[in-house]
């Protein structure tokens, strides 16, 4: 009787129903803390009912059969169901012998929320769930029967879980694009024990998200875009871009404007449709500022990606980028820096309000900044540079023997080592190569303004000798798409982010900061003594301080290959 009256409600009444609620819920966790919604289930004892039926078949066989939408967890899976029912005394979770539980009902609730996270329901079987639970009531089939789908039940809310803690994606990164995923431990089969038949399965759901405000800006996004009309863009590039200006003559520009009015900008001309004018370029400027790009007027390469762009499109990135945020760590303290790799952006955060915020520059896509999460341990004011042996071997070495220039970098400030000692650069024939490559030079760049690592440096704890620092080449902040380093990232206002890490330890304030970088003794270590978490993040769409969802550039070239991973789950 209730099975029925829930399947049959009327549907438009109940999408409505499901917004309302997603929203309700998803701005709850502010005032309700994530973890402490799952640590109170934790400790509670394993949940028992008289109502469950004891299962007639245990053994393994029948557990493998189990439907799995996804063949990577599959052996996983399988496995932490049949770890369930044995911790569950073989007994059923989801359905009893008169009806199914409360906890059934409050899943498909929770099933229903997750397509506004970009997950699709279908993944866990929700359709046939819900029919096949119904039928079983309806016509009253053997124990079996109902034996087979709560097991299936089960395994569905294990794939979930696991899905939303850890994301659907197996591989990320390669050895070049070095990728370190922060995986969570949770114990879900833990959790599904402990729950009651009257649990709150869609707030539990909601808990498992990150939590990090800009993961809800997407996921608000993605529902924007879902009551949205398809849209017919038609993709092009311009043929000679070099000579884009008024006059410029070409068929494609009566797609340019096509698919600017499709995007909000209307720059059409009854006269010339191809032939550009001053208005083309003023909507071309419009779009640019809309989208956070240099407003030019050029219709570039970043630029045409941004319009060509599909509405399929854009929710899939937006899906590709709300998984990505499930790999991050959600344990970042009250204090911590993220640094968004395609953003070129550097933000300090406490208690996730936005302290400082700076452009960056980070590596280029030979030499790519690593994704990854660490401890910012040390500030170090007028550093010196010891170059890293890749450098010094791909680089510097064949410079001295190209300049024929032995004191190329002698003259630099750089000194020479070797086996501790310093020497003479001018006493090794550097044309030698055989000789040059059996030895282990050090160049060392004394501290000075023309230090490649400024007069700061922002020391992290890994082993990959990835750090944040100032830079002599202040021009480059000034570029639209930032990857010039050998991996290590520069900070455009490094004596402003030093402030905001000491301020508040002892006497240390900005006129210290800005004399300890200036005039201050070398190599000056300052231990900080608060926890700053750093997340290297790559996320190619993001949220702006007006509300605006923006579309990064892809400078490491993830995101086609990772949509690739995610379209069995589309």
């Known amino acids: 009787k209730y099975f029925c009256m829930f399947v049959h409600q009327n549907l438009k009444i109940m999408n409505k129903i499901i917004i309302l609620f997603f929203i309700l819920l998803f701005f709850s966790c502010k005032n309700k803390d994530a973890k402490e919604i799952i640590n109170d289930i934790k400790e509670r004892e394993i949940f028992e009912t008289s109502k469950a039926i004891s299962l007639s078949d245990t053994t393994q066989t029948t ?103 850890n994301g659907r994606i197996a591989k990320v990164g390669d050895n070049k694009r070095i990728w370190k995923r922060s995986f969570q431990k949770q114990n879900n089969v833990e959790i599904l024990l402990k729950l009651t038949d009257d649990e709150n399965l869609p707030e539990l759901i909601s808990a498992m998200q990150p939590q990090m405000p800009l993961y809800k800006q997407l996921s608000l996004k993605y529902r924007e875009l879902q009551s949205e009309t398809i849209d017919s863009i038609e993709k092009f590039s311009i043929p000679d871009i070099k000579n884009f200006q008024v006059g410029y003559q070409d068929n494609t520009i009566i797609k340019l404007r096509k698919n600017l009015k499709l995007k909000g900008f209307d720059a059409s001309s009854t006269s010339k449709p191809n032939v550009v004018d001053s208005l083309l370029i003023e909507k071309v400027i419009e779009f640019q500022k809309e989208n956070g790009l240099t407003a030019d007027g050029i219709p570039s390469t970043k630029t045409l990606r941004i319009l060509n762009m599909t509405l399929e499109e854009k929710r899939k990135l937006l899906i590709l980028n709300m998984e990505r945020m499930r790999w991050l760590n959600r344990d970042l303290s009250e204090n911590y820096i993220t640094v968004n790799i395609p953003e070129f952006s550097l933000r300090f955060f406490n208690k996730d309000s936005l302290l400082f915020q700076t452009k960056v520059v980070v590596g280029t896509g030979e030499t790519p900044t690593p994704i990854f999460t660490d401890t910012l341990k040390y500030v170090e004011f007028r550093p010196t540079w010891t170059v890293p042996q890749s450098i010094i071997r791909n680089e510097m070495i064949p410079q001295i023997v190209k300049e024929n220039n032995s004191k190329k970098y002698a003259n630099r400030g750089y000194k020479l080592y070797e086996n501790g000692k310093e020497i003479n650069p001018t006493d090794v024939d550097w044309t030698d190569n055989d000789n040059v490559r059996k030895r282990v030079f050090y160049f060392v760049e004394a501290p000075s303004e023309r230090n490649s690592l400024g007069l700061v440096k922002f020391i992290l704890t890994n082993d990959m000798s990835i750090y944040l620092h100032d830079t002599p080449s202040k021009k480059l902040f000034s570029r639209e798409e930032r990857t010039f380093s050998h991996g290590c990232i520069r900070v455009q206002n490094p004596d402003e982010f030093a402030n905001q890490l000491l301020k508040n330890q002892g006497d240390w304030n900005y006129e210290k900061v800005y004399e300890a970088m200036n005039t201050g003794k070398n190599q000056n270590r300052i231990r900080l003594k608060t926890k700053y978490m750093i997340d290297i993040i790559y996320l190619t769409t993001w949220v702006d301080d007006k509300n605006k969802l923006i579309i990064g550039s892809d400078p490491y070239s993830f995101d086609n290959e990772q949509l690739k991973q995610l379209e069995r789950f589309f």
């Open 63 to 165: 557990i493998s059969q189990l439907v799995i939408k996804d063949s990577l967890l599959r052996k996983k899976i399988t496995q932490q169901v049949l770890k369930f029912y044995k911790k569950n005394e073989y007994k059923t979770r989801w359905l009893y012998d008169s009806r199914p539980s409360d906890l059934f009902f409050s899943y498909l609730k929770a099933l229903d929320s997750i397509n506004f996270y970009g997950l699709n329901a279908e993944t866990y079987q929700k359709s046939y769930l819900t029919e096949e639970v119904a039928k079983i009531y309806k016509n009253k089939e053997i124990n079996t029967t109902i034996e087979s789908l709560d097991r299936n039940i089960t395994a569905s809310f294990l794939l979930l879980t696991h899905h939303l803690i």
